[in-house]
């Protein structure tokens, strides 16, 4: 029975990114719907779980994506609130890859280094990728700041990520020079989740830190997040510092991703969410 994956992408456009990945990732066929959100899902959700026998079930799952967390997440939620009994498929959620990279930026930080205690900031902290890997380094013991251009903007970012998952992040606004060396006063591990093409450190404001260990910058687009470090970068060692680059993540990332694709069709009632897809890439890299 072939593996069927309905990418329900919250943009008019679906990703192809994510048909890609999912492909790679063991779906037989993948039929990608743009636009949907949560008023309009109610009967592809319904045409994906009466469609097949109990034992068969688990070869229909549904992937949501799309580019706004938010309106992924409420889409993600009103998938699942059409399931009953065993009348349900497996599901995941990825809004612009953010459980995914952040997963794989987080867990390549915990393999270099022990996280507990440190200090950790998260740069561009309130878009989907940022907000996911503040969750993570908090779950792994770390003490995080949450930076945004706006102090408002993080706050509500942070309120926002302790609610869902029950962590205590601080918010720190990071608009200029003076702003960003207070915001990284103290810190050993430093996360960059920008924009492409937004520059977030000057090579002057991490190569001489004292107290900055290890950083990571999910930048794959000129100029890179912070100035000076390769977009390979892989646990490189540049001014005493260690560097994870866009690509050096990225490549765990898409291993994540191809991962998670596999495991919605070990059964009909996977849920992978940002917890279980962390948790996945711990899996991963234990067993490496």
């Known amino acids: 029975m072939k593996k069927l994956l309905y990418h329900f992408d ?8 994510d048909s890609v990945v999912a492909y790679d990732g063991g779906a037989d066929r993948v039929t990608q719907l743009g636009g949907i959100h949560e008023n309009n899902c109610a009967s592809l959700v319904e045409g994906a779980i009466y469609t097949r026998a109990p034992k068969h079930k688990k070869n229909t799952a549904i992937f949501v994506g799309g580019s706004n967390l938010v309106s992924g997440q409420s889409l993600f939620k009103a998938v699942q609130s059409h399931f009953f009994q065993d009348f349900r498929v497996s599901v995941m ?8 990279t952040a997963a794989a930026g987080v867990t390549l930080l915990n393999q270099a280094t022990s996280l507990a205690g440190k200090i950790a900031v998260v740069l561009a902290g309130t878009g989907p990728v ?3 890997a503040a969750v993570m380094l908090a779950q792994s013991g770390a003490q995080v700041r949450l930076t945004s251009r706006k102090k408002s903007r993080s706050e509500q970012a942070c309120d926002d990520m302790g609610r869902q998952f029950g962590v205590r992040l601080v918010p720190v606004e990071a608009s200029d020079n003076d702003s960003t060396r207070a ?13 492409a093409g937004v520059r977030l450190l000057d090579a002057s404001q991490w190569q001489q830190h004292d107290s900055i260990e290890i950083l990571a910058d999910v930048s794959t687009a000129e100029p890179l997040g912070f100035e000076g470090i390769s977009m390979n970068d ?5 001014f005493g510092k260690r560097i994870f680059g866009g690509l050096g ?8 991703h191809r991962a998670c ?6 059964s009909n009632d996977q849920v992978l969410d940002a917890d279980a897809i962390y948790g ?5 890299a234990g067993s490496q």
């Open 261 to 266: 694709i596999d495991r919605l069709f070990a």
């Open 234 to 238: 892989r646990d490189t060692e540049r």
């Open 280 to 284: 996945i890439a711990q899996q991963m």
């Open 10 to 17: 919250t943009d008019p456009i679906p990703s192809v990114f």
């Open 249 to 256: 993540i990225g490549a765990l990332k898409l291993k994540l």
């Open 183 to 195: 915001a990284l006063e103290g810190a050993q591990i430093v996360f960059g989740a920008g924009k």
């Open 93 to 100: 959620l990825d809004s612009n890859g953010c459980n995914t």
């Open 130 to 132: 940022g907000q996911r």
